[in-house]
């Protein structure tokens, strides 16, 4: 049977996270439901990459099978039934054999803070009025870069097979009226990039040495670290596929 990937963004203020649940208002359950009332049957979405409960993504995937036929025309058609929270980007067949979650070789997330106050900003960063020693905290990032178990930033009862990932690059910036967080890696556990802020902005404000954070890191103890950056500050930027399949989903 066909196999499709669906591209998609959304503003995840008013979502329940990524993933279908009960008695919840999901991103996943949205796009199905649309997809159920244009194509008038159920189709089942495997998603690519999980997000929490009002984070955001610039780029996310789910992938599908289905026999029907014109599925790569159907973007806009979608779009007109999906709440304004959601885009569908596009939908593109990919090779029968493909799983979006795991055909992807690495993952890219932002976070987004600022200090001056702006209405524009305050649903997409963190309100944070204090200054941060952006140096220091580029190098707590550097201490994340390479293959490390990440079990200090991860939220408990995430049920996966492994904490390690392998982080490529980390890096603060500043981005106009923003402090900007880019990391990208090949994997992330649950709350892992909120942990890696909220750590690092102690590093920024002189709370913590880094030598604290690389025992954080080396304690394999989710106590240790800060979960207590917002979701809202957070964005899903990219996911990333090998060439021979990027080729499938440039158009």
Same mark, same amino acid.
């Given at each position: ?7 998609? *963004? ?8 990524? $993933? ?18 244009? @194509?008038? $049957?159920?189709? $089942? #979405?495997?998603?690519?990459? *999980? =997000? ?20 790569? %025309? ?5 779009? !007109?039934? #999906? ?8 939908? &593109? ?13 690495? *993952?890219?997330?932002? +976070?987004?803070? +600022? ?6 900003? %305050?649903?997409?960063?963190? +309100? +944070? ?9 580029? !190098? ?9 178990? @990440? =079990?200090? &930033? ?12 392998? /982080? ?8 106009? %009226?923003?402090?900007? @967080? *880019? ?15 909220? =750590? ?9 040495? /880094?030598?604290?954070?690389? $025992?954080?890191?080396? !304690? ?14 957070? &964005? #899903? %930027? ?6 021979? #399949? ?6």
């Amino acid at each position: 049977m066909p196999t499709y990937f669906l591209r998609v *963004r959304y503003n995840g203020k008013n979502f329940a996270g990524f $993933q279908i649940q009960d008695n919840a208002i999901t991103v996943q359950g949205e796009v199905e439901k649309a997809m159920e009332i244009f @194509f008038k $049957q159920p189709i $089942q #979405l495997t998603g690519s990459s *999980r =997000t929490d409960a009002g984070v955001h993504a610039k780029c996310n995937y789910f992938h599908f099978k289905t026999d029907l036929e014109h599925v790569e %025309e159907s973007a806009y058609n979608l779009n !007109a039934i #999906l709440s304004g929270g959601i885009a569908v980007e596009g939908i &593109f067949k990919v090779p029968d054999d493909v799983h979006s979650r795991f055909a992807a070789m690495e *993952r890219s997330y932002s +976070y987004h803070i +600022y200090h001056r106050k702006n209405p524009f900003l %305050e649903d997409f960063s963190w +309100y +944070y009025p204090y200054p941060l020693d952006l140096e220091m905290m580029n !190098a707590a990032a550097d201490l994340f870069i390479g293959k490390h178990d @990440f =079990t200090s &930033f991860s939220k408990k009862h995430t049920q996966v097979f492994t904490n390690d990932c392998t /982080i490529v690059h980390a890096v603060w910036r500043q981005e106009g %009226e923003e402090v900007v @967080f *880019r990391v990208t890696g090949n994997r992330f556990l649950r709350g892992m990039v909120r942990a890696l802020v909220g =750590t690092m902005i102690k590093v920024g404000r002189g709370k913590l040495e /880094i030598s604290d954070v690389k $025992q954080i890191l080396e !304690a394999r103890d989710n106590t240790m670290a800060d979960f207590s950056a917002p979701a809202h500050g957070l &964005f #899903l %930027e990219d996911v990333l596929y090998p060439t021979a #399949l990027q080729h499938y989903l440039a158009h």
